[in-house]
C-alpha cells in the first residue's frame, strides 16, 4: 500500500514536472513568434508607408517600375541571406522580367507627368522612398522565408500562414497605430476615421471587402514564399500585370500598346525560365 501510494506520489510529480517543461518550451516558442510577428510587421509596414509617400511624389510608371523591380532586390538578397545559387538560368530569368517591367512601365510615361515632378525636392524624395519601399518588401520576403518557414522534415502549411499572418496584423493593430497619432499630432499626416453613418456604408462596405482580399492575398502569398521561395514568389506576383491585359481586352475590347504586350511577354518568359530553373 504504501509503496502503491510512493509510486503513484512518483508518477505525479514526473508528469508535472513534464507538463511544466512542454509549457514552458511552449511558452518560448510563442514569444520567438511574437517576436518573429513584430520584426516582419515592421518591415512591412515601413515598405508600406514608404510607397504611400512615393505615390504622390514621382509619376506612376516611375514608381511601378522600382516597385515591381522587387524581384531583382529579392535575388540579390536571397543570395546572401538564403545561399541561393547563382545560375545563368535564373540571372536571365530575373534580368528578363525587370526589362518586361520596364517596358510596361516606360508605356505609361507622359511628358507632362514628368514635366510637372522635374527638379524638385519632392521628387528626389519620392524616388528614394519608392526604392525603400522595394528594398523593405523584398527583405519582407527573404526574412519570411528564413526564420518563419518550419525547418525539415515539417513543410509549410496554410493553418500556419493564416497564424503569422494574423499576428503580423495584430502586432501592427496593436503596437504601430500610435506611430500614425505622432504624425498626426507633427502634422506630417492627417489622420481621420470614417465616420459611421447610412450614407458612407457603402464606402465602409468597400473597405471591409478590400480588407478581406488584403488577407487572402496576404495570406496566400506567404505560403507562396515559404513553398516556392520569395524569388519566385516576387516573379509570379508580376503575372498579374500580363493577365490584366487580357482581361481588359476581354471585358472592355481595350487592345494593349506594344510596349504593354512586350513587357508582358517578358514577363512570361522569366516566369518560364524561373520554373524550369
Known amino acids: 500500500?504504501?509503496?502503491?501510494?510512493t509510486l503513484e506520489s512518483t508518477l505525479l510529480n514526473t508528469n508535472w514536472q513534464l507538463y511544466r517543461n512542454i509549457s514552458n518550451s511552449d511558452r518560448?516558442?510563442?514569444?520567438k513568434l511574437l517576436k518573429l510577428a513584430f520584426d516582419l510587421?515592421?518591415?512591412?509596414?515601413?515598405?508600406?508607408?514608404?510607397?504611400?509617400l512615393a505615390v504622390t511624389r514621382i509619376p506612376m510608371p516611375d514608381l511601378t517600375a522600382i516597385y515591381d523591380s522587387s524581384c531583382v532586390f529579392v535575388y540579390i538578397l536571397a543570395i546572401f541571406l538564403l545561399g541561393e545559387e547563382i545560375t545563368v538560368l535564373k540571372v536571365v530569368s530575373v534580368g528578363i522580367t525587370f526589362i518586361g517591367v520596364l517596358f510596361i512601365s516606360m508605356d505609361g510615361i507622359s511628358p507632362d507627368a514628368v514635366k510637372k515632378n522635374q527638379g524638385t525636392v519632392d521628387m528626389v524624395f519620392g524616388y528614394f522612398a519608392a526604392?525603400?519601399?522595394?528594398?523593405?518588401?523584398?527583405?519582407?520576403e527573404v526574412l519570411y522565408k528564413k526564420y518563419a518557414v518550419p525547418p525539415p522534415p515539417r513543410s509549410a502549411s496554410t493553418f500556419?500562414?493564416?497564424?503569422?499572418?494574423g499576428l503580423i496584423g495584430l502586432m501592427s493593430l496593436v503596437i504601430l497605430w500610435p506611430v500614425f497619432i505622432v504624425l498626426h499630432v507633427l502634422r506630417l499626416e492627417e489622420f481621420e476615421p470614417p465616420m459611421i453613418s447610412f450614407e458612407n456604408l457603402p464606402l465602409i462596405l468597400c473597405i471591409a471587402i478590400n480588407v478581406g482580399f488584403g488577407l487572402t492575398y496576404n495570406v496566400t502569398f506567404n505560403l507562396l514564399v515559404a513553398i516556392a521561395g520569395p524569388v519566385f514568389a516576387s516573379i509570379g506576383i508580376m503575372l498579374t500585370i500580363p493577365l490584366l491585359v487580357f482581361v481588359d481586352w476581354i471585358f472592355t475590347g481595350t487592345f494593349a500598346s506594344v510596349g504593354m504586350v512586350t513587357g508582358s511577354l517578358?514577363?512570361?518568359?522569366g516566369f518560364c525560365g524561373m520554373s524550369i530553373s
Open 41 to 52: 510587421s515592421i518591415v512591412f509596414s515601413v515598405g508600406s508607408y514608404a510607397w504611400y
Open 28 to 31: 518560448i516558442v510563442f514569444y
Open 266 to 269: 517578358a514577363i512570361l518568359i
Open 131 to 140: 526604392f525603400a519601399s522595394s528594398i523593405c518588401v523584398s527583405l519582407y
Open 1 to 5: 500500500m504504501h509503496h502503491q501510494s
Open 160 to 165: 500556419f500562414s493564416f497564424h503569422l499572418t
